[in-house]
């Protein structure tokens, strides 16, 4: 059998069980081009293991562990339905020699440079238009949206009379309402107002559009923000060889909304859970990858952690 047919009974197989598989085909996917034309017979360790180390064979990333781990449920799939014998995966799993991912937490700072960054970014024949690209920043910092989620939504989905939006069928196949803040709420209803002529009254269309109407898809968003973080001079400044994202807007939204709930003495055990659910995660473990510890966090929590261990007028003599 070929290796693209294989692929293809399995990315189905996983689709039938409910499983929205998206990554982990596009892994098997780029694994059958990575290979060529080849049955599984044919599959030999050598261009599997090269595969699995991509562009820096001396570097055992995330990245590396996660691919094998998606080739190895797919060999387990095809041996134990005769279409293969061996599996070309290499015996020995390598332990991770790349640092681990730490996400970047903007600062207010940073923030408003990238937003003053947008139109100079926007402008000429570039697809998508200022307004649009500023609108989208601030609802995913402001909503601590996922990027499919923002650039998913359409006019039905948002409700600025309400100020709430309507995240459909997302990761974990959940829908959820997301209540927007006062300033947000406003920012998109100038937005709104501004791309009035644009067909944004009509039902259904997409919320965040090029200027010929299609959706703003996440590679043109990626590749806008890469140049608006440039033009603002916001880059990292340890040797961490990813610079910061535009997802990392969420985890900014979830790490300032922790520091702000420290500074205004507020019950953790009982806001923490309402986080979860504001963020779309399905436990509290899931919105602890998102509360990166920064210089701030780490202050604010040392300071309560000081008035409960020495009361509020030591804390403060101190």
Known sequence: MKLHDAVTRYIDHKRALGMRFKAEGFILRA????LGDVTLTQVQAEPMTAFLNGRNPLEITATWHKKY???RGFYRFALARGMAQTTPLPRH???RTAPAFVPYIYSQSELKRLLDAVPACCGGKVSVQADVFRAL???LYGAGLRLEEAL????NDVDLDQAVICIRETK???TRLVPLGMDITFALALYVGARGSNALDQPGTPFFALRDGRRVSQSI???IFATVRALASVRRQDQCRYQPRLH????TAAVHRLIAWYRSGEDLQVLLPRLVTYLGHVNLAATQHYLTLTPDLLNEASTRFERYAFGDNQGRQS
């Open 69 to 71: 781990s998606v080739i």
């Open 137 to 139: 920043l601030l609802l």
């Open 93 to 95: 799993v390598p332990q």
């Open 172 to 174: 974990f196949y959940k």
């Open 152 to 155: 998913s939504l359409t006019t």
């Open 221 to 223: 968003a990626r590749r």
């Open 248 to 251: 990392d807007l969420r985890h």
């Open 31 to 34: 694994l059958c081009r990575a």
